[in-house]
């Protein structure tokens, strides 16, 4: 009888054994485990994934468990790059200036600054994602360390392949474990997202399915008109705004968030002409901005922005009757007060005629109130030999009903006032 063979009957009818609970509640993770992904529109994300294109480190802010981590790890997954988590806190600053190893003359070849097993994978690897955790637990001899891995990616004498991007989490000081704040010179080497939760997102994950990360589509035809919109839109804020090129805020708190400095407007640069070469939304261009220079500096410069991308006055009066005006009521206004202007600073009849016409057309189109004040202004314009236009019959109801509120809303405060 073969040595393997079963020696009973009673062997042979017992079959295999059952499975025990361990391997039962293994088989129940991996269909917990087994999710799936699907593209959805996701600002943070873009935004995420946007600033990882442009090769900026990024530092998401949240809350715990607010799914930083999680979505740190998807984005690797979907970027196909492998993920390396260093969690700061835990580290001492050699980890990250590298250690010290002597050799067998240390007077002729000097001591080397050997990096950490995690940093030669990486270099071997040549790409990845690298996942600096907890990063607000690390405290400020850590941070001083981390100065030279997150702006000049070296460890060490190590130099880290261009393939490798940086993205850090932390949390609040408030709800940190031992927490810190950010040094300044640390804090203003990154792109700062605020990560918060969107509750269809997380419902619809804890079902099964998650949205997926995708690199922006760059149009390759738009590289040079999207440098040349980000340098004019930097350098004309900076030329009228010189006090916001170096902006160290005065609390720290703020010192360990966004803040203006020629190097976080060179990333501010960066973002913007990544973000016009894939197209994207405002919104995603929003947070990109105020999380590089702040939210004083960053809504200027969107301003600034805003103001660009308006048709040119010249142009609407030439075709004043197709013209196309923006939506937004504040962009509305900018351009009809540009209209004027205009006008003013080249004053002819058909020029004033066609400003006419495209006032009609904005109270056509939008808000009746957004044409009183270039009306009152176009109609100081008109010189003693021109003809009043037949299209003035039709703003003139707009000019009394708003003149009319105005009144009405500056009799009604009176008389609060009075009766207080």
Request: with cysteine; glycine share 8%.
């Amino acid at each position: 009888m073969p040595a393997n063979s079963p020696s009973t009957t009673s062997d042979i009818l017992a079959g295999p054994a059952p499975a025990s609970q361990l391997d039962i509640a293994g088989a129940l993770l991996d269909r917990l485990r087994d999710t799936s992904t699907e593209p959805r529109t996701d600002i943070q994300l873009e935004a995420l994934t946007l600033a990882v294109a442009a090769d900026l480190p990024v530092l998401l802010w949240g809350e715990p468990g607010i799914g930083k981590t999680a979505a740190l790890t998807q984005l690797a997954a979907s970027l196909e790059l492998p993920l390396t988590t260093v969690i700061a806190s835990v580290h001492e600053p050699s980890d990250f200036s590298g250690l010290p190893v002597v050799g067998d003359d240390p007077a002729v070849q000097g001591v080397p600054m050997a990096p950490p097993d995690w940093a030669v994978r990486l270099v071997r690897a040549g790409r990845g994602l690298l996942f600096l955790d907890e990063l607000s637990t690390a405290p400020p001899a850590v941070q001083a360390a981390l100065l030279r891995l997150v702006l000049e990616r070296r460890i060490g004498a190590l130099q880290l392949p261009p393939g490798v991007r940086i993205v850090a989490a932390a949390n609040p000081r408030s709800s940190a474990a031992d927490g810190w704040e950010l040094s300044p010179p640390l804090a203003n080497r990154f792109v700062h997202l605020q990560w918060t939760h969107d509750h269809d997102v997380v419902v619809r994950g804890l079902g099964g399915t998650w949205p997926r990360a995708a690199l922006p589509r760059l149009d390759g035809d738009k590289l040079p008109e999207a440098v040349d919109f980000a340098r004019r839109a930097v350098c004309e804020l900076l030329s009228a705004r010189p006090a916001l090129v170096h902006r160290l805020p005065s609390t720290e708190a703020r010192r360990g968030g966004p803040w203006p400095s020629p190097r976080s407007w060179e990333m501010t640069l960066h973002l913007i002409a990544f973000a016009t070469a894939a197209g994207s939304s405002r919104e995603v261009v929003s947070l990109l901005v105020r999380g590089t220079v702040g939210d004083g500096p960053g809504l200027e410069l969107l301003a600034g922005l805003d103001r660009m991308d308006l048709p040119d006055p010249e142009l609407l009066l030439v075709e004043p009757e197709s013209a196309a005006l923006p939506e937004r009521g504040d962009l509305r206004q900018a351009v009809l007060d540009g209209v004027v202007a205009a006008v003013r600073k080249r004053p002819d009849k058909a020029r004033w005629d066609a400003a006419w016409a495209l006032l009609v057309r904005a109270l056509d189109t939008g808000a009746p109130d957004l044409v009183v004040v270039p009306a009152t202004m176009l109609a100081s314009l008109r010189q003693e030999d021109w003809d009043v236009p037949a299209s003035i019959e039709r703003l003139a109801g707009a000019v009394s009903v708003s003149r009319r509120a105005d009144r009405a809303a500056a009799r009604a405060a009176f008389a609060t006032g009075a009766a207080r």
